[in-house]
């Protein structure tokens, strides 16, 4: 049996859809299972002992049609015999058609059901901590795999050899492993998901405050190194120094390894959130107000996973606005969220770790 899993997306939706891997292997143990991957998401899902070929989709192939097509052809010639398309865009309903699998799954979508042999809705409402992004992901399996399936975590998989080259970059750069080490998601993939600057360093004061021999690490690439200056220069000059501005992860993997080691990971809700998830690394995440939490509050117990919304603290703005309306108002929604809504919550989960 030849099974493709297809995800085009984001580094979290890469690394959640994961999962669907490491079910259909317990189910499947003889089958050959390929991931279909934007090719800059690869670093979540590297060495993961579930998937036998990574399938690339890279921007040659997304910009090109001559390109597309030569890859779909590739597609046929392998002969899936079930295709699992999780989120069905464009160029995944084409690539599911051009697979010529018996089997093909996908969401519901009124414009390519007819590709599918089976398609399903997205659940509303999580029956378990596992949040919608996990539930409504393993119920693609339901026609595959004829049982009630347990719910899998998303995981990462490390090698000694990234671990112990990562230990000695850390040491190097003055980091007392003995002494707290938390990852501050300072930046979102975007402004309409990044808590306010002003804001955000507020909430770094008062983890300064709590834990005084805290290391903060910021998470940014080289373009958003202004944006970092911003939110550090906003802080209290005792939180800057507690900062470690110029230590952070080169690439991708390198930030990884690097929060591997860290006490927790705290910050705007994103694939840094659900990577440090997959590394058993406490979380503490900030929502943006027009994201729905219960899709991507994964595996939250109130106490070494924990989150927090404007819903949460203000649910009577919600009551007659929809998503789509905060999102285009956004920085609107978060002048009302204001620190002191997350520093109440903040101080259990920083005591507890």
Known sequence: MKILVI???MIGDVLTTSILLEALRGNYPDAELHYLINSHTFSVVENNPFVDKFVFF??????????????????????????????GKLSSNLISYFSKAKTKISIKKFYSSFIY??????????????????????????PIIKRELTVIK??????????KKTESFLIDNNIDLHKPLIMVGVLGSDLSKTYPFEYMAMVLDYVVE?????????????KQLEDAKAIFNFCKPNTQQAILLDVYGK???DFICITHFCNALIGNEGGAVNMAKALNTPTFTIFSPWIDKAAWSLFENGKTNVSTHLK???????????????KEAYATFYKQFKPEF????????????
């Open 342 to 353: 997350i520093t109440n919550k903040l101080t259990a989960f920083l005591k507890g770790l």
């Open 251 to 253: 690439s991708l993997r």
């Open 7 to 9: 995800q085009q997306k």
């Open 117 to 142: 042999t089976h398609t399903f809705k997205d659940s509303k409402i999580a029956k378990t901590n596992a949040g919608l992004a996990i539930e409504n992901r393993m119920r693609l399996l339901d």
């Open 154 to 163: 998303p995981k990462i998989y490390l090698t000694d050899v990234e671990i």
């Open 58 to 87: 890279t921007k040659e192939i997304e910009q090109s049609k001559t390109e597309f097509y030569k890859f779909l052809k590739t597609i046929k010639v392998e002969k899936y015999d079930t295709v699992i398309d999780v989120y």
């Open 312 to 326: 949460d603290v203000k649910p009577e703005l919600y009551e007659t606005t929809k998503l789509k309306k905060i």
């Open 210 to 222: 709590v834990i005084p021999n805290a290391q903060l690490l910021f998470n940014y690439i080289p």
